[in-house]
Every structure is written in structure tokens, then in C-alpha cells.
């Protein structure tokens, strides 16, 4: 993809940024004199140029006399990036725990989530220990992250529309900062590249890289002449991707003509803390020469984040991509020729922020749990954008403000200003009424609606990316009808439009009677069990007291009868204490859900690799904003209409399912949903 990514109104935000984090910090004003250069200026402050560059985007374009520059204290280093990594931070709070004490409903998913470290990394941490499975009271070793100390992620992820953010202030410690080792060199970026790319084929880390070159800290130039650590490693890559694009693992050829045990495919590895040329090369079934001899980089050391060519599977046992899974046949037929157009539409809402004189970045992001979801969803949008790259994909993006809010934006006037009735396609904005205004005024684009669940008017072109509640509901009777289970229903009095959609639409769904005064009766129950068959109990009350009794009945009937518990949507009655997760894992709890856990290596790599870039693990909105806008690339990227592909091909991405159906009046929805259930061991699984 050519490097036009138009970012001029988020630009805006990024000085906006910085000018507040100045005024906090204290940092030093420095009056530019007659000679003065950034370096001369680095080295008289003890400080690096990519320090400067870093607070002071405009000096890359060089510096005037008289201009005022700021420099950070030596001991201090700014921790403000880009507005993608403004909300989410990472604070160490006293002495970081190294065990922690499990609690009931937590996993190895959400402990490793909660002390930033891979599920890998803490089974290889606890050995014999979790070898059955994660218990509750178990006390567990907790590894170190990134080689340090375990750190408290201060952002917590809630359920939908219910994102709280903290943003605390990290403590100042100075930063050491290495030199690329070796002998230096120099590359001209050519059309296509990356950051990523560039500092593949020399061996180093984007950061080294970004070290070398602080004027590639906010943009990346065709025909810019880099500095490069040592001599170009020459492997070949191909055009077409087999790996899964999701993540950074993609094949590669051999440039080495294959290894002692044959000709190999290969693929790309992102180096974890802590490990060793021999960890790895155990890992991959090779000897200590041959990783060598694939990766002479590893000469100068082993760093965490550098990427490592390995061996994957000969091409003949490459597995092939079922249709109605993964990529499809999308990835089979991208077309990198043929030009396309692509607009992100998502409310940053900057004339509010400029304006705002009351509260500073920092606290209007501990307020504003709209921006904080737009920011997670901008920033794994743009890990779509790096992988499209990547990937050679051809598409002109623009990002642009909608401005919005439930019933208001800018929409008509940016269809005119950057007329986007040119756009090949359109992703956003956010708001259901919004989207559909948008459908409305370019009806010949494919407009993405990309958060939305709500149901509203139709249109021909308008792709509703989110399963609705009502699809949600569908799917789960579906699964249990196409199982031949007996499906009964308990349902809370205070439930009556429950009842009522039981009723009407799904026939056959025999509910369960209760006392007078509205409790469950066991026998009752009990009576409506059928012993050739597996018995789906759905439960529709948020009553405490209603679940206790319907599960504790489950249970005694386990001897005699095959019985699971099951839930039409979230509830968050469940995550009470007074309900023991042992109940729900022995009556596997079945849901159906709009994302699924993820525990690929493709998985971890991609939150490895996020955790990098903005310092914390991706939430469900930045996973979200990945999948969307990569699943809109690809199907943008074909010899075929987008909604050709819509309807012949569905895809699967990190966490969410597109299996886009035509409505009934106009329009698509998108039926992807997951089936999922509460194992013994703990873990949150698919259910087949």
C-alpha cells in the first residue's frame, strides 16, 4: 500500500498532546541560538535527538533561530507517543507481586491479561502445577513481563459502552538507550515499505531503527535515506501470503536453498523475553546452526521483538483454508494491482478537545469513556493498516473526524469536503443514526457500520458488521435444535417480554412453571427431563436467588440426567461471588458470543506485538478496531466487487467472526456469532 495515509486532522491532536504533557512535566524551554543543530542541542542537555524529535514533532523538519524547543529533564523521558497510546498506561505500584492467589471465575486468560504476560509464559512458570488445569486457591508463580517485573495494567475492560480508563502518570526513571551494534549502513525507502519491514531485512528492532533515525518517528518518506545497522540479510519474500495475515507470521522463502533436513518453508518469529538461540532453536526441532544460518543477525545477540525466519511445514502439508473459516479464498486471490480508495470514519470529536479549556488530556480521558473506545479502536485499526502493508495491498486510506454524537456529526459536509462518493468503501461512523445518514448520501458505496447492534432503517449498501441481540438469541436455539436437545426454559416473572419471544418465536421451548410466589420448583424440573436426550436448561432472570435454586436442581439431577445450563445473552449476574464458578464449569454453561478467546501462537503474536507498540494489551475495542478494518482491506483487495465477496466468502479474524447475510428489506448483517461453554479445566472453549 502507498504511503498516503492522510493524517492531518489527527495531527492536530498530536500537538494538542504534547503541549499539555510539557506543561505537566516541567520540562526545560531552550531558546535556539546561531549554529545550534539538534545534536549539538542533545548532546548540551544530556539527552538524545530522539527525545527532542519526540517533543517537538516540527523540529524533524529542521529549526529556526529563536524558536523555542523542549527538552526533557535527563532523568526523565516522555512517555506520550501517539494519540493511539495517550489512554492506555501501564503503572508499577509498589512492589509488583511475583504469586498470585486464584479467585474464583478467573483463568489463565484473564490472569494472563491482568499481569501482562503470555498464557505460555505462566504454564511454563508453574510446570506440574497446572497440568490439570487451574484450580481456585491455587498460588501461582506470576513470570516477569518483557524481563521486568510484573507491572498492574491500569486499564480494565468492562462490558459494552462501559469502558473506564485510568491514566496515571508513570514514575520518572531514566531510560538507557542502546546503539544498534555493527557496522552502519545506509537504505533509501522504496514504495511499499515499512518501518516493519525495513528493520526485518537488516536484523533490528523498529525501535533501533526509529533510534538511528528520529526523523521517521511520525512519518516514513519514499526516498528517505536511512541508517541501518550491518548489511542487508537477503531473504525473499513473496507476494502472496499463506500464513494467517492477522498477526506477523507469514511464510517466507528460504534463501538459503533449505536446511540439512530438506527444503523448508518458512515463517516469521518475534523473539519473547527471556529466551536463547537454543530455547528457540529447540522449539523448532533445528540445531543452533542452522537458526544461525537462517538469522546471522543473531551474531550480535538475542533481543526481545526481533523477528527471526524458522521453519514452518513442507508446502505440501500446508494446511488449506476451509471456505467458511479463516481468511476463506480471499487471501488466495488479493489483487495488489488495481488501486483502491478506503475512508475511516471515527469521532476523535478534536474541536471539543481544542476547545475545552477546563480539563487537561489526561483528565478528560479519565472522563470521557467515548473517546477512550474511539482511541482503542484507532489503534488496532492502524495495526490493520501495518499489516496491509505488509501484505503489499494497495489502498488509499483517509481518516477523518465525524464529529459525532448519538444524532448529530459532520457527515454531510465531509461527503462533499473529501468526497467520499468516491470511496471504494467506508468504515465507519459509530453511531447507528449516523451510519445510516452516511448510507443514505453515497448509495453506491459499501459503507461498514463497525459497533452498531441496533436495528434501524435499510439500506443497499450498509454492511452492519455487529450481530444483532436478536441474531444473538437465534443462534443459540439453532445450536441446540440442530444437537436434538430438549430445550426448557426458566424464566423470572419480571422477564415477561422473555416469555413472551419464547413464546412466539421459538416454538417448542417448554417453559418451566414456578411457585406462587415466583421460585423454582425442583420437580417441576425434573419432570420435563427426558433421558435419551441432552437437556438445555435456559435461564432468563438476573435473581440471584433464581439461579442458586436452578442450578443447585441441575446438579442433583446430574446423576440421573444429561443436563447443561445455558444463557440467551450476557449476564452479569454470574460474575457474582455467590455463584461458584465449580457450578457453571460442571453444568458447562453454554453462551452464545459476539467474540471468541483466542490462545493461537497468530494470537499472542498479535498482542505481543500490540503490547509493543502501545504499551499495554489489546481490549476488546482495539481487537475489534483490527478485525473490522483488516476483514474491509482484503475484501477491498479482490478481483472481485466487495459485495461479491460478502457473498461467497466469510472470514474469521483474531476474535470476531463476518459471515455477512442479505437482510430481508436491504442491506447485510453480519450472522458471525460464537457458540461457547465453561470447561472443567477453567477455560472458556468453542463448542463444536
Known sequence: MKNRILFSILLTVFSFVYTVSAKQEKYIKHTVTKGETINSIAQKYKVTPFDIYKLNPDSQNGIQLSSILLIPPTSVTSSVTTVAAVAPKVVQQGN??????????????SISKQYNVTVDALKEANGDLLKNGLKIGQNIKIPASNGEQPTTAVAK????????????KETPKEVVKETPKGDISFHVIEPKETKYGVSKRYGMTIEELEQLNPQILNSFPIGMKLKVAGTELSVEIPAKAEANPGSITKPVANPAGGMSSGKKYLQEYVVRPNETI??????????????????PELKRGVKPGMILRVPIISKKELPKLEPSKGQGNLMDKLNTNARKQLALLLPFNISKIESDTLN?????????KFLNLTLDFYSGALMAIDSAKVLGLNVDIKILDSQETKNTSNIASLVMQENLASMDAIVGPFYQFNVEKLAELVPQIPVVSPLSKEAGKK???????????ELLRTSIFDYMRAKGGNVLAVVDPKKSSVKQYLQDV????RIIGLSEKGGVVSDSLKVRLQKDKLNYVVIASESTGMILATTAAMLNMQKEYQVQLVIMEPNETLDYEEIALNKLTKLKLLYPSLSRPNETMEANQFD?????????????????????MFDTLIRLSQDKPFSETIQTSATEQIENKFEYVANTIAGYTNKGIYILYYDDDLTIKEAL
Open 360 to 368: 487537561t488530556t489526561q483528565s478528560r480521558l479519565k472522563k470521557d
Open 96 to 109: 509488583p507481586p511475583t504469586t498470585h492467589l486464584v479467585q474464583p471465575k478467573e483463568t489463565l486468560y
Open 608 to 628: 505481543a506485538k500490540y503490547k509493543k507498540i502501545n504499551k499495554i494489551l489489546p481490549n476488546q475495542y482495539a481487537i475489534r478496531g483490527f478485525d473490522v
Open 459 to 469: 439500506y443497499t449498501n450498509l454492511y452492519q458488521s455487529m450481530p444483532s441481540t
Open 157 to 168: 475492560v468492562e462490558p459494552v459502552k462501559e469502558v473506564v480508563r485510568e491514566v496515571v
Open 278 to 295: 537454543s530455547s528457540i532453536a529447540t522449539t523448532y526441532g533445528m540445531s543452533e546452526s542452522e537458526l544461525l544460518e537462517l538469522n
Open 506 to 509: 421459538q416454538k417448542g421451548v
